[in-house]
């Protein structure tokens, strides 16, 4: 299949001995940077999906498709394994096994499938769950849903903030018992709590942000984290870049003055300039 070294390439980090930092990606330039930048996994994460695509907060209100083809984007552009943040699969299992199957497709290296209950609740401003056997149903419809037996497919959860550390490892070992490849945790405050679930776990750990105490790659790799995000900082730092650009033009700032732009060298690397120059003259006949 097309995308199946990539996602084997993801399945050599989960099977290495190493713990390694995703970068942060969300479109056609962000993946192509972490690619050219030596990275060996991109992670495009629910929040930052959001905002590229819709410029609306982390509320569940992307869709499937609009996710799927942002995907398929960022396939095109870098052959860079992505991990996809598939939040709740977009409804109950049924959707969850329609979520797999478009995001399979699109190109995707792996895939999250989280437990959270959404979109909100009425009436509820706290982060709910939904029950263990509906989690179980949700893991087991990913599994059944792939075509690629390459394909990583991740349960998450995010139960060891919501709910309890104990609910958390119960969660994760019915999980695992379906399955899937690895499992992906949200909410972890402290090293005893990683340590519970190491102890607890046999599958290659994800970990979804952590306290300073865990920010060392050597003990977290002991135990058993293989990837550990670290927020989406490269969004960040774009929106303001565009925001104090565009703030200088308005205030009428020439751009010849203004500081911060790529060079046109890396443009025209990240835009592959060369490679398009040279199909220019062999499939068009083009002198230049």
């Known amino acids: 299949m097309a995308f199946r070294k990539r996602r084997e390439l993801l399945r050599s980090i989960l099977s290495g001995s190493a713990c390694v930092r995703p970068g942060s990606v969300y479109d056609a330039i962000s993946i192509r940077i972490a690619a050219d930048l030596g990275f060996e996994l991109g992670m495009f994460g629910g929040s930052v999906a959001s905002l590229a695509i819709l410029g609306d907060p982390d509320i569940t209100l992307i869709t499937l498709s609009e996710l799927a083809e942002q995907m398929r984007r960022m396939s095109r552009a870098a052959a860079l394994p992505v991990l996809v943040d598939a939040d709740h699969g977009y409804g109950n299992a049924l959707n969850v096994h329609r979520t797999i199957e478009e995001l399979e497709a699109a190109g995707a290296a792996g895939i999250t499938i989280e437990d959270t209950l959404l979109p909100q609740a009425f009436g509820h401003s706290d982060t709910q769950l939904i029950s263990l056997e509906e989690g179980v149903g ?42 899937v490849d690895a499992l992906f945790f949200t909410g972890i405050k402290k090293a005893s709590e990683l340590e519970a679930i190491a102890k607890s776990t046999k599958l290659p750990i994800i970990l979804g942000g952590a306290p300073e105490e865990m920010s060392d790659l050597r003990y977290l790799a002991d135990q058993r984290v293989k990837i550990a995000l670290q927020g989406h900082a490269p969004f960040a730092a774009a929106t303001q870049a565009v925001h104090e650009t565009l703030k200088a033009l308005r205030a009428g700032q020439p751009p010849r003055a203004l500081g911060g732009l790529a060079s046109a060298e890396l443009t025209g690397r990240l835009a592959r300039d060369p490679q398009w120059k040279t199909r220019g003259r062999e499939f068009l006949g083009l002198k230049k």
């Not at 037996?149 to 104990?166: K, M, Q």
Request: hydrophobic share 45%; proline share 2%.
């Open 138 to 179: 949700k893991m087991r419809a990913a599994l059944d849903a792939r075509s690629d037996p390459s394909l990583v497919v991740i349960g998450r959860t995010g139960a060891a903030s919501i709910s309890s550390l104990d609910d958390a490892l119960t969660r994760a070992k019915a999980y695992e018992a379906t399955g």
